[in-house]
């Protein structure tokens, strides 16, 4: 039997719905202005699907119009920038916002949010302070370098640097250095915007030292090295290292820097990562001037980091542009516990959550999608095929996209002759209340469990179940 169908005329008032005790903890969370405009939209449709006789009678209590009207307001109210299940298989994942950060940092960060802190004053004098001072310590015991600076991100980096060191002046590069990294940064941009003229030499493939030699003369104002991050070129190749670039440009009074781009601090390969260069090496090997990501292979809170000579971090201090990007109080916060955590290289793996992402075996990451394949197939029901499968991960963040890490996940596909869609799954898992966040490629949807820390997989088998099909 049809249920009883809504009369317009039955719609409630206004007035009387915000008397009504279902309404009073709407009113307490949301405030009335906010509850009226909503409530009178909300009353608004109740009245034309009335009018068009969809409306049940019971949609009228003053319940359900307030369960509808609380599920609007939470709609609306839902921040804009959440956490998200990161199962693309890539770690450090641009979009997704890079490293994720040790809870120390974040601990720092909420008490730096919640009380006045000696950003730039200092304790022992009581006179004004410089900020990058609190890092700064930590940054020179961990690299070598004699200074260090710190500003917005390694791309803010770069350009201060070149502004500082060398506008008007020329800045010697290799051609097969002239890279692009994504969202826009490119090297040979960057130094136009830092009022340098880029001087280009060797080849794409083979660059010499006598290229360099060659090439410096009365205007050079900097040798520069750029990390290829992101590509890589094979075969009949040849570049100068940074010890050898840093041996001519001293021997002929010119400082030397090197965009690092991920700057590790810590040897990789004890994990079986790709060999990095470190920070470490590249000061020792005699470099000015290093900058790096702080939220890359760091894994700690987006920043550019610049270590180096003590003169030249001081002239990078003074230029106004250092102001412009200079870093805020919870960059710092989170940045100072990341740091302090590599004095114990021993310990990272367990304490850096990017390095425990990038270590973990596969075998422990196939055992966690074997464990929850039987929860995802429950949840998506039989017009999906779900599983387990052997994957390759990514680093992410300009590293390069050849060296993979072996992984696991779940392969969901949709089952010949039922009425699933990828498309609509793919969708469904953005829209939970923590986005999933996995690949489509050839004809499944991918989901790596890399990312998927033991402390939040309750929550993901949470949603799972709670997935309507
Ligand atoms: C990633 C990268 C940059 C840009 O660093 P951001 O921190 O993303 O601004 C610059 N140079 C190199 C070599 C990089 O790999």
Not at 65 to 77: D, F, P, V, Y
Not at 215 to 222: E, S, Y
Not at 315 to 341: I, Q
Not at 392 to 409: K, M, R, Y
Request: charged letters at 20%; proline letters at 5%; one cysteine or more.
């Amino acid at each position: 039997m049809l249920a009883p169908r809504a009369s317009p005329a039955n719609i409630p008032s206004v007035d009387r719905l915000l008397n009504s005790p279902a309404f009073e903890t709407l009113l307490a969370r949301y405030g009335r202005t906010r509850v009226v405009t909503d409530l009178r939209a909300c009353l608004e449709s109740l009245r034309q699907a009335a009018i068009a006789g969809t409306l049940d009678a019971d949609s009228l209590s003053d319940e359900a119009i307030g369960s509808r009207l609380r599920a609007q307001l939470e709609a609306g109210t839902a921040p804009a920038l959440r956490a998200v299940f990161n199962l693309t298989g890539t770690v450090l994942h641009t979009n997704l916002g890079r490293a994720v950060l040790p809870e120390e940092a974040a601990d720092a960060v909420l008490q730096s949010m919640r009380a006045p802190v000696n950003l730039e004053y200092d304790l022992v004098t009581g006179r004004r302070g410089e900020r990058d001072t609190l890092v700064e310590k930590l940054l020179c015991e961990l690299t070598g370098a004699e200074a260090a600076t710190i500003v917005n991100n390694n791309a803010a980096a770069v350009l201060l640097m070149l502004s500082a060191v060398a506008s008007r002046r020329d800045v010697v590069v290799s051609r097969g250095e002239l890279i692009e990294i994504g969202g826009s940064f490119r090297i040979p941009d960057i130094m136009r915007q830092a009022g340098t003229r880029l001087v280009e030499v060797g080849t794409t493939n083979r660059t010499h030292l006598s290229d360099y030699a060659d090439a410096i003369g009365p205007r050079t104002g900097l040798l520069m090295k750029v990390h290829t991050s992101n590509y890589e070129i094979s075969g009949f190749t040849h570049s100068v290292s940074v010890s050898e670039l840093a041996e001519l440009g001293h021997a002929r009074s010119l400082p030397v820097a090197a965009d690092l781009g991920s700057g590790s601090l810590i040897d990789m390969t004890r994990w079986n990562l790709p060999k990095e260069p470190t920070v470490q090496e590249t000061v020792a090997a005699g470099a000015d001037l290093v900058s790096f990501s702080g939220d890359k292979l760091l894994g700690g809170p987006q920043a550019g980091l610049l270590v180096g000579r003590a003169d030249l971090i001081a002239k990078l201090r003074k230029h106004p542009l250092k102001r412009a990007l200079r870093v805020g109080k919870l960059t710092l916060a989170a940045l100072e516990p990341v740091l302090a955590l590599y004095r114990d290289p021993d310990s990272l793996p367990q304490r850096l959550t990017t390095l425990n992402m990038l270590s973990r075996p596969s075998s422990e990451i196939q055992a966690q999608a074997v464990r929850l394949r039987p929860i995802v197939q429950t949840a998506v029901a039989d017009a999906y095929a779900v599983t387990d499968a052997p994957m390759v991960s990514q680093i992410g963040s300009g590293a390069l996209p050849v060296d993979t890490l072996p992984s696991h996940g779940l392969a969901i596909r949709v089952v010949k002759g039922k009425r699933g869609s990828l498309d609509r799954l793919e969708r469904l898992l953005r829209g939970l209340p923590r986005p999933v966040i996995g690949r489509v490629n050839d004809k499944a949807l991918w989901l790596d469990m890399r990312c998927l820390s033991s402390a939040d997989e309750a929550a993901f088998v949470d949603q799972w179940r709670k997935l309507a099909l």
